[in-house]
């Protein structure tokens, strides 16, 4: 099959796929044996078999969940925005790495365009920032960042013999935190998570006193990092205490924005949940989620500290790929990177800046706002539904309310599990002071208020069909004949 016939069949495929995205539905479910079998993965069609090949992708758009569904309000991310899957074409097709200039010139500038844009749409002054693999690895680059900075001679001595350093964070926060103390051998013993408050926020009297304690006890605080909305219930941490704060102990301030830091686009959504940002030491937000960039897109912004993440990150012999460039400019990303090779991640989040702007982005996650106001709305009008924590931001935690002593827990997860299965609706879940929640996010394009009415209608359909359902199972035989 010649190249230009696999690149045909392939858009047609691609094509129909896009057209089909929001038709019902979201997934065509099978059990993973099921599946398995379905698609023959141990059969051998032969080498060079493109046919066979294009078997197996048919198969996998058949079988994939359609993330652009409105009916899929599982993750913070979802379909991705035309722009940047366009973007995600060409740096498949060009397969380069962004770590140098001469293997990826283009993306090269782009890269720091959008970087300065950022830092500038932040707020942080003489700065400098990366675009990462996630806000994973931004949380733990920023810890590192921070211990490094602390510690100046850690990068070569390690930790043995060094002061115990202490991180701190919402007992809420992302378990990346988590893993970033681990790697960064601190020890997670090392990280102190701080009760919330009853709106999901760090409690800053309780952080105060265990920053104390950290201190009589020898211990050095070296970094705090406020969320900025939380995974399950969409929280955030109020920065200008944290600030005051930072006055007194001399820790690093980080602000993970993976979820919620798309506020910053909107300038009234800003002032309403992240004040003060533009003090921080530093700030992670993913395109991939609210933004709608194909997944992965992440940037890491530091403030006055311009060059903090090759002091952090180089190490080693590196002469052999990386080349200074003129005036002490940075010529290589990778010189400041933690990975070698590097995802051409620029070209899909530059596609979608230069078409949505920042009025487009900004009025979609108000947009996105608006949409959870009005789900709560419906959840507090349904006798059925129950929210299990007033809304706090883009997080929407409710449940079906089942009658009786039947418990709520079990009949919520099997709820879920009917509508995943039977191909109705995928919806996240979560804990709250310990009790089940089914997690509303929208960050998906295709989701209106039409589409959050017939969401919710599936639960109750749904709920209703698991009580009927479980009446007949406890009704007499001849009540189940009639």
């Known amino acids: 099959m010649e190249q230009e016939t696999i690149f045909e069949r392939l858009l047609q495929i691609i094509s129909r796929y896009r057209q089909e995205q929001g038709s019902d539905p979201f997934v065509d479910y099978l059990d993973p044996g099921d599946l398995a079998r379905r698609l023959r993965l141990e059969e051998d069609r032969?080498?060079?078999?493109?046919?066979?090949?294009f078997t197996w992708v048919e198969a996998y758009l058949a079988y994939a969940v359609k993330t652009g569904h409105p009916a899929y309000v599982n993750r913070m991310w979802a379909g991705a925005n035309l722009p940047s899957v366009l973007g995600e074409v060409i740096t498949a097709l060009t397969n380069t790495s962004a770590c140098t200039f001469e293997t990826a010139p283009v993306s090269t500038l782009m890269e720091k365009y959008l970087l300065r844009t950022m830092l500038e749409l932040v707020g942080f002054e003489n700065g400098s920032g990366q675009m990462t693999t996630g806000s994973s690895n931004a949380n733990m680059i920023a810890m590192m960042a921070a211990?490094?900075?602390?510690?100046?001679?850690?990068?070569?001595?390690?930790?043995?013999g060094a002061p115990h350093l202490f991180a701190f964070v919402n007992a809420d926060a992302h378990y990346s935190m988590d893993r970033a103390a681990n790697i960064l051998g601190l020890g997670t013993d090392h990280l102190i998570k701080i009760p919330v408050d009853n709106h999901g926020c760090m409690r800053t009297d309780l952080l105060e006193a265990r920053l104390a304690e950290v201190i009589d006890s020898g211990g050095i605080p070296f970094f705090v990092a406020a969320t900025a909305g939380t995974t399950v219930r969409g929280s955030y941490d109020s920065l200008e205490p944290l600030l005051a704060l930072r006055e007194r102990f001399r820790f690093w301030l980080h602000v993970d924005g993976a979820w919620g830091g798309a506020v910053v686009f909107s300038d009234r959504l800003r002032r309403q949940f992240l004040p003060a940002l533009e003090q921080?030491?530093?700030?992670t937000l993913d395109f991939h989620k609210m933004l709608g960039t194909a997944l992965m897109c992440n940037v890491l912004l530091f403030n006055h500290r311009s060059d903090i993440?090759?002091?952090v990150c180089s190490a080693g012999d590196e002469s052999y790929i990386f080349r200074e460039g003129n005036d002490g400019d940075i010529r290589d990303l990778g010189t400041q990177s933690l990975q070698c090779g590097r995802r051409v991640d620029s070209l899909k989040w530059f596609l979608d800046w230069k078409f949505y702007g920042r009025t487009g982005l900004a009025e979609r996650v108000e947009h996105y706002l608006d949409l959870c106001t009005y789900a709560e709305a419906l959840v507090h009008r349904s006798p059925e539904l129950e929210m299990v924590v007033p809304r706090e931001s883009f997080n929407v935690c409710f449940r079906f309310r089942p009658p009786g002593d039947i418990p709520a827990e079990p009949f919520n997860r099997l709820l879920r599990e009917r509508m995943h299965?039977?191909?109705?609706?995928l919806v996240g879940t979560g804990y709250v002071d310990g009790q089940l929640?089914?997690?509303?996010?929208?960050?998906?394009?295709?989701?209106?208020?039409p589409a959050i009415d017939r969401f919710f209608r599936a639960v109750i359909d749904t709920g209703r069909e698991l009580l009927a359902e479980r009446g007949d199972?406890?009704?007499?035989?001849?009540?189940?004949q009639a």
């Open 147 to 160: 211990r490094n900075s602390r510690l100046p001679d850690v990068k070569q001595r390690g930790l043995f």
């Open 473 to 480: 199972q406890h009704a007499s035989p001849s009540t189940r």
């Open 309 to 311: 993440l090759r002091a």
């Open 46 to 53: 032969g080498h060079n078999d493109w046919e066979g090949l």
């Open 437 to 449: 929640v089914l997690r509303l996010l929208i960050t998906n394009i295709t989701v209106d208020k």
């Open 280 to 283: 921080a030491d530093s700030f």
């Open 421 to 425: 299965r039977s191909g109705r609706a």
